[in-house]
């Protein structure tokens, strides 16, 4: 086996064949079709990296993404080779939406079905269902909900030990299909890493039924990876850090396509909604690939894990990163009134009074953004934004007048 040097990881040949037949499959399937579908092949790629680190990559088997496409699961859980149980894990909300669809589409093919109601995404949430796990000894657990019910999904089936499936019912943030789960109640106020979903259903028939407002947000997530992409970069260039641009290229395409057909993102609109849905989907595979959640989560991320810390009732997640990348594309001298019209397009909030924060809030969240996470270095290092710098930068991007 020949190895060969690649933005400091050696990638044997193998690697390289298989990363491009995926790039081909992600790019042409993300573009077209109606439904869209991907058959991974199964299979988890270790790489082994300077210093004898280790590289792992663990994605999605199958994706569906399209109009009535959830009576598809009970197949795909039988492709899947899932068959006697299953534990469906859903909200208050959603399991009226789509959770007791879900159980009954499982149940009618002879699976052993329980369910779970999540009321948010803490850690005495994801005990709750790893206890359920044990108890219950099943073989998979669906995620069937916004964002909450996912993570909590994917967190406490990671900590047991076996897959989950992500059955989205909105489309406010790349965790539908990332490796990283936001939950509350861990000793830091950002992501951790989890596992990747073996399978994502996202039925567009459904999600456009949902508040149009998480759409917007799924907007504000994508947007960011202008910036998160570049403080990635900065990191490897200052930091030496592992950079690989095959994620980083994803990551970014996403956010161009959204930019690019921002005018089709609107309520109602099943076109935008599927645009926005295979764009979130391709950065949480981006994020599998990296290992991290680097190409996907810079400075205007940590703007909103600080505005989380200092107002009790932010906005969503997806609204507060949009905001972020607004100024955090103004300290890059990047095209921060584009990523703006991008948004006010797409009905996103893109000021404080819009987010329904205080100015002050904004200011502060500013400054204290880089102590959320130090060893994360991102243009906020560079900048040193003190309360004067910081009120300047978001009087002049218009987030605050
Ligand atoms: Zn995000």
């Not at 039924?209 to 799924?218: I, L, N, V």
Request: glycine share 8%; charged share 20%.
């Amino acid at each position: 086996m020949t190895r060969e040097k690649s933005e400091g990881i050696y990638f044997p040949d193998t690697f390289k064949k298989i990363s491009k037949q995926h790039h081909i499959l992600l790019s042409s399937n993300v573009l077209n079709g109606r439904i869209l579908k991907l058959n991974m092949e199964p299979f988890i790629i270790s790489v082994i990296a300077l210093k004898m680190q280790l590289h792992r990559m663990q994605l999605p088997r199958e994706v569906v993404v399209g109009n009535e496409t959830l009576p598809l699961l009970s197949e795909i859980c039988k492709r899947l080779g899932f068959r006697e149980s299953a534990l469906v894990v859903t909200g208050p909300d959603t399991k009226s939406i789509a959770g007791y669809r879900v159980i009954d589409l499982l149940s009618d093919k002879g699976m052993d079905v329980n369910h779970l109601v999540v009321n948010s995404s803490t850690m005495w949430e994801v005990r709750a269902v790893e206890e359920k796990i044990r108890e219950l000894k099943t073989q998979i657990v669906l995620g069937v909900g916004g964002g909450t019910k996912i993570d909590v999904a994917k967190l406490s089936s990671t900590r047991q030990g076996i897959p989950f499936i992500s059955v989205p019912t909105t489309a406010s943030h790349d965790g539908i299909a990332s490796p990283v789960a936001a939950v509350k109640g861990l000793k830091k106020p950002f992501s951790m890493m989890a596992q990747s979903p073996m399978a994502i259903v996202a039925d567009t028939s459904i999600i456009v039924q949902s508040d149009y407002r998480f759409t917007a947000s799924g907007c504000g997530d994508l947007v960011s990876k202008f910036t998160s992409v570049r403080d990635w970069e900065l990191a490897h260039k200052v930091k030496n850090e592992y950079y690989g641009e095959y994620a980083a290229s994803l990551a970014l395409m996403s956010a161009r396509l959204v930019t690019k057909n921002a005018d089709i993102i609107k309520p109602g609109s099943e076109a935008g909604l599927r645009l926005i849905l295979e764009a979130l989907i391709s950065c949480g595979v981006a994020m599998s690939i990296a290992g991290s959640s680097k190409p996907c989560s810079g400075s205007e991320h940590l703007f909103s894990h600080s505005l989380d810390k200092i107002e009790q009732n932010g906005a969503l997640h997806g609204e507060q990163c949009g905001v972020g990348t607004i100024m955090m594309a103004y300290l890059y001298n990047i095209d921060w009134k584009g990523i703006r019209e991008t948004l006010q397009n797409a009905g996103a909030p893109t000021t404080a009074e819009e987010l329904g924060v205080e100015p002050d809030s904004i200011v502060k969240a500013l400054v204290q953004a880089c102590t959320i996470r130090p060893e994360r270095y991102t243009i906020l290092e560079e900048k040193r934004l003190d309360y004067d710098s910081a009120e300047k930068l978001a009087k002049v991007t218009g987030v605050i007048s």
